[in-house]
């Protein structure tokens, strides 16, 4: 029996029309589905999100110690350089910076990045409407180094778009999202990719609270502050680094999840500053080595390696040699989780920890103090074991030294006698990074060097408050 053959054009016409069938039952079911028609969900996106992302403008004032100031009367240098006859100590110069944030209620508030506006003398704030804010119209209301997050208020007499959060715990790797920011100064970018990871650890100071969403949606400087959205127009993160080794994106973006972000910004909004709980433990991740010892998993858990005499653990009967495996019901994996729920949790509250001891599963509950509570702990240590006090740096003194960014503790007192007074360090010298590691408060160097075993040399970066000059200097320990 012969096959009977369709015309090459009626095979055409029936094709076409199988695609153009295709395509409306395709859009049919995109309407009746409560999930977003990826057809144009992007474009709506960004049409109802750009007018709530600005563009931040900052201007940093120094002032700079004058490096030929103490050649000033030496002939020789004066012929060979070229010198005024009349040379100042000091001079001034400024630096720019460019960002994005986004306003996130109708009262003006914008979130941002913290290096974005860290050791501003001047900010801007333009609308992609081309409305701008400066002067007595804008205030930084709080900054919180340690998130890398800072609140702007501008004030104005209409009312603003603002943007609403999602939350973040419900992502999942593979999501479509959705970047707008300022890339290089370009108002209004609008780039976007999948979340490609979660709770990406470590990426920047180590000591900081980190839980970064990874993101191949295009990320480049100015970004920072701006908006990582879903494709319901939610704030899902807020865009913070790249990693990059030519200054641009290679594929590889960071940004803070919302609901690390909306707590922090709550905390600066109604109180100018962010208060963390505190436990009291010095821990460290489960190796593989320590987990076999243990008979545990790699991921299962934190092993308690001190506990602060009189802390909040030490009184719940936490023990070193203990491994933390969950926390409030949550399970623990590493140490970031541990310690990015232990500073969320509201002061004088009680939280359930579940520890392992002696291959044992135990029940502790432990009351969460102040944040503030640790630093008059290390604090008191720091003096017995360095002879020093340490506080954090003051927008002027870092502009009075040109230090750039957020890192840096000032010697507030130090005992000639004492280790570091030995070594030479005066109060009013400044402490930049321990062995390479910035430094950025004084918790973060009490806590390091509380941590350092005994007869440890490390290398200091610091800044001598006389001249200006940095340098390296080695210390032991005791």
């Known amino acids: 029996m012969r096959k009977k053959l369709l015309h090459p054009k009626k095979t055409v016409l029936i094709l076409a029309a199988a695609i153009v069938l295709s395509q409306l039952a395709l859009q049919h079911a ?116 340690l998130t890398d997050l800072a609140i702007l208020k501008v004030t104005s007499k209409e009312s603003l778009p603002f943007l609403k959060f999602g939350n973040s715990d419900d992502l999942e790797v593979g999501q479509w999202v959705v970047a707008i920011g300022q890339p290089q100064g370009l108002s209004e970018s609008v780039t976007q990719g999948i979340i490609s990871a979660k709770h990406r650890r470590g990426i920047t100071n180590p000591e900081s609270y980190q839980d970064f969403l990874q993101t191949d949606a295009p990320i480049n400087p100015g970004n920072s502050g701006g908006p990582l959205l879903n494709l319901k127009g939610e704030v899902i993160g807020v865009n913070s680094a790249i990693f990059s080794t030519s200054g641009g994106f290679q594929g590889i973006g960071f940004a803070i999840p919302s609901n690390m972000a909306t707590h922090i910004a709550e905390q600066l909004i109604a109180h100018g500053k962010v208060t963390r709980g505190w436990i009291g433990v010095m821990i460290q991740d489960l ?70 001891r002696d291959g044992k599963t135990q029940d502790l509950t432990i009351k969460i103090e102040n944040q503030q509570e640790e630093l008059k702990v290390l ?68 806590s390091i060097m509380d941590a350092l075993p005994h007869h440890t040399k490390v290398a200091l970066l610091a800044v001598d408050h006389r001249t200006g000059q940095s340098g390296i200097i080695a210390v032991e320990i005791p």
């Open 30 to 145: 995109f309407a009746q589905s409560s999930e977003p028609n990826l057809v144009t969900a992007i474009e709506q996106v960004a049409k109802q999100s750009i007018p709530a992302v600005v563009h931040v403008e900052m201007t940093e004032s120094q002032e700079v110690a004058n490096p030929f100031y103490q050649y000033r009367n030496n002939p020789f240098f004066k012929q060979f350089f070229n010198l005024p006859h009349k040379m100042p100590k000091k001079f001034e110069r400024k630096i720019m910076g460019l960002g994005s944030g986004i306003i996130i209620d109708e009262q003006g508030h914008i979130l941002t990045n913290n290096h974005v506006v860290a050791g501003a003398s001047k900010l801007k704030v333009t609308m992609s409407n081309g409305q701008e804010f400066e002067g007595k119209d804008i205030q930084l209301v709080g900054t919180d180094p």
């Open 379 to 446: 604090s008191a240590s720091l003096k017995k074991r360095l002879g020093v006090d340490v506080q954090a740096l003051t927008p002027q003194e870092r502009g009075h030294y040109g230090i750039e960014g957020s890192e840096g503790v000032v010697i507030t007192w130090v005992d000639p006698k004492g280790p570091l007074g030995k070594d030479g360090f005066e109060v009013g010298d400044i402490i930049l990074k321990i062995d390479d590691q910035p430094i950025e408060d004084p918790t973060e160097f009490a």
């Open 287 to 356: 190796t593989r080595d320590i987990a076999q010892s243990f008979h545990v998993k790699p991921d299962s858990g934190v092993l308690v390696a001190d506990v602060v005499k009189g802390g909040p653990a030490d009184k719940a009967g936490i023990k070193r040699g203990d491994i933390i495996t969950a926390y409030d019901g949550k399970p623990v994996s590493n140490g970031s989780v541990l310690r990015n729920e232990v500073a969320n949790t509201a002061i004088d509250t009680d939280a359930k920890v579940q520890v392992l």
